[in-house]
């Protein structure tokens, strides 16, 4: 409940809602890398599902991320095929606004800062496309929550419902927040002295999925996602204000991700300061002890293990919210208080949609026309000889060809398809005769390498489209705008 003069916590968190849904609703194309690929996946299952016989494909059912793929096909379903990516990673961020005001509320932890913690939902993350593990984070809360709850002495039927199915959420979602669950559960135990034989229970009840992860972790170990852990960055050098502010939020260029993470972090010291003299009996002692967990894997963890990138920084926006909401706030007026936040998270919001608005109309001018210019169930080759985007970090471009796939099926030069935990993947995984890597050095593309595909996507500068319309192979179809689309003429 809000106190007499604060606005009540209802009504933060609807705001906060607002804010993180306003850059998702007035663009078509958000800048996040990965969620063509993504929604692609759903195309495939529908064509599978529809010809498992004669598809190149087959449905892995039972993948520890489908809850990411449920929620990209509900919203297929509601919003159609353009607009499911988009529409499921806003609902993802409602889910972290959501489950942080109310796991702020549950422990009586200020609703102010909850509310400032909403700044680090559309962070680095969302702009790789990071469906499973964002999915996992808000389950996490629920396990989180319901391990601070009095279990019964004993076996219970009610408590192994609970954390089985709280369990499984975890598992469905990615298995790194399953694993880092388990972590957790023993952690807390071991800290905050718990009996042993609630642990064990409590381990008992969840074996079920430690046993199935433990059972799949061998089809991962030795596909084409098993690459060696990679430090590109040591503790020391993570602990840059830069580095951590890139880790925290990271999505846009220019100074507002550095102010953003600043003003988090004055509002801590201020915090700190001002409640030194009783720190100890304000903080929320298990919420500080997750997020010093998760510092530590920020800390330690690689940059890349298990073809998985930003291994380490991905665990930094879930350890600021939870140190924000683990220490006492500022001591000023709640009123006061609530609309700094208020404002922080709103200036936030305008700079994101602001940059997502520049993006899609001058970086991904031209797409659409070409999109909408290609047949049904053409091969696409799709060449980004552009590569880095003046406005948004990271390489928001590499699998926007993607959106062929989404929209009018087909074949691509490169799908998720080739990795084995998603959904779907292809039955044959023999190399492809044409050059490989592509998405990433598309410089490396040869002539030869057009004769397997109807069409090329090029995303460009007027230079490089000179130069393409030049080549006698390609024929333009679309002549205007970064993005054009090139018919590839047959022999």
């Given amino acids: 409940m809000a106190g007499p003069t604060g606005i009540p916590r209802s009504w933060l968190a609807f705001l906060c809602c607002l804010f993180a849904a306003i850059p998702f609703l007035l663009v078509t194309f958000p800048p996040i890398t990965d969620l063509p690929q993504q929604s692609a996946q ?3 299952f529908l064509d599978t599902l529809h010809d498992p016989v004669g598809s190149a494909y087959k449905i892995q059912w039972f993948t520890p991320y489908s809850v990411s793929y449920l929620m990209l096909g509900v919203s297929w379903t509601v919003f159609g095929a353009q607009n499911a990516g988009r529409m499921a990673m806003l609902a993802i961020a409602l889910f972290w606004v959501i489950s942080i005001h109310i796991i702020a509320s549950r422990r009586a932890r200020s609703a102010a800062a909850a509310t400032l913690s909403c700044v680090f939902i559309l962070n ?8 499973s593990f964002e999915m996992g984070w808000p389950a996490f809360l629920i396990w989180f929550s319901l391990g601070t709850e009095e279990s019964s002495e004993g076996l ?5 419902f609970l954390w089985l199915g709280c369990a499984f959420l975890l598992y469905i979602s990615h298995v790194l927040w399953f694993l880092a669950g388990i972590a957790w559960l023993l952690l807390r135990g071991m800290v905050f002295r718990r009996p042993l034989k609630e642990i064990i229970i409590r381990l008992a009840y969840v074996a079920p999925l430690v046993v199935a992860a433990w059972i799949w972790y061998p089809s991962i170990a030795g596909s084409s996602m098993a690459t060696p852990p990679l430090w590109g960055s040591s503790p020391i050098e993570r602990l840059s204000f830069l580095w951590l502010s890139d880790a925290a939020i990271g999505g846009i260029k220019g100074p507002g991700d550095l102010f953003f993470f600043a003003a988090a972090l004055v509002w801590l010291l201020v915090s700190i300061f001002q409640n030194r003299s009783n720190l100890k009996s304000l903080i929320d002692k298990e919420l500080l002890l997750a ?3 998760s510092f530590a894997f920020v800390l330690f963890l690689p940059d890349k293990y298990m073809n998985t990138i930003r291994f380490s920084q991905r665990w930094m926006p879930p350890m600021m919210i939870m140190l924000l909401l683990a220490v006492p706030p500022p001591v000023v007026r709640p009123f006061l208080r609530q609309t700094t936040a208020l404002a922080i998270v709103a200036a936030f919001s305008l700079t994101t949609t602001a940059a997502w608005l520049k993006f899609e109309q001058e970086e991904l001018a031209g797409l659409k026309e070409a999109l909408a210019s290609l047949p049904n169930s053409p ?5 980004d000889l552009v ?3 003046d406005v948004i970090n990271g390489h928001p471009f ?8 989404v929209l009018k099926g087909g074949a691509l030069n490169f799908s998720f398809a080739e990795f084995s935990p998603c959904l779907v993947v292809f039955k044959d995984s023999s190399p492809k005769p044409w050059t490989g890597g592509l998405e990433w050095f598309p410089g490396r593309v040869q002539e030869s390498d057009l004769r397997y595909f109807d069409y090329v996507l090029i995303n ?3 230079q490089i489209h000179a130069v393409s319309r030049a080549q006698p192979k390609l024929v333009p179809v679309t002549k205007e705008g970064r993005w054009r689309l090139y018919r590839v003429q047959a022999p």
């Fill in 398 to 405: 590499i699998q926007v060809f993607a959106y062929s796939q």
């Fill in 156 to 160: 219970s039927l009610r408590d192994a």
């Fill in 379 to 383: 091969k696409v080759l799709g060449l």
């Fill in 460 to 462: 460009g500068t007027e």
């Fill in 387 to 389: 590569q880095k985007s």
């Fill in 42 to 44: 759903i195309r495939l």
């Fill in 124 to 131: 680095h993350m969302v702009y790789w496309g990071f469906y």
């Fill in 291 to 293: 997020a010093a967990v």
